[in-house]
């Protein structure tokens, strides 16, 4: 009779609402504000993982407080052994930031400050409508 051997998942979960600055702690942001970023994806945090040398796996999950984003990533930080992949980050904690400082210079997002649709001319967007007089 073969013994089950059970594996244990080494890696951390790390969901885009986490590093949110438009979420507050109750809806799952889980750094400093002034640290977080304004709508992060699981794609731009994967690639700044990829940037720091660190294993990392896309998955389409959701987070469990909403449903409107998808998307998680699977960090790994420490190998089979137990030493440190990247020794620059020690922890949960440390990566979290380290993603947050690195989304904005993310190559989705230059381009995209300062630009702004529509022409500014007015509230209801037909100029020379007039409504019904009154009698």
């Known amino acids: 009779m073969a013994a089950f051997e059970y594996h244990k998942d080494r890696r951390i979960a790390l969901y885009p609402e986490y590093l949110d600055s438009g979420l507050t702690i109750q809806e799952g942001r889980r750094v400093p504000k002034k640290v977080a970023c304004e709508h992060p994806t699981a794609k731009e945090m994967a690639d700044c993982c990829v940037h720091l040398k660190l294993p990392v796996e896309v998955q389409d999950k959701m987070f469990p407080r909403s449903c409107t984003k998808n998307g998680r990533i699977r960090v790994q ?20 930031k380290e993603i947050c400082a690195l989304i904005p210079k993310h190559a989705s997002r230059q381009g995209h400050a300062g630009s702004q649709k529509g022409s500014g001319s007015g509230a209801s967007g037909q100029p020379g409508v007039k409504g019904k007089k009154k009698r």
């Open 77 to 96: 930080l420490k190998d089979e052994v137990g030493n440190l992949v990247n020794s620059d980050i020690p922890n949960k904690k440390v990566l979290m």
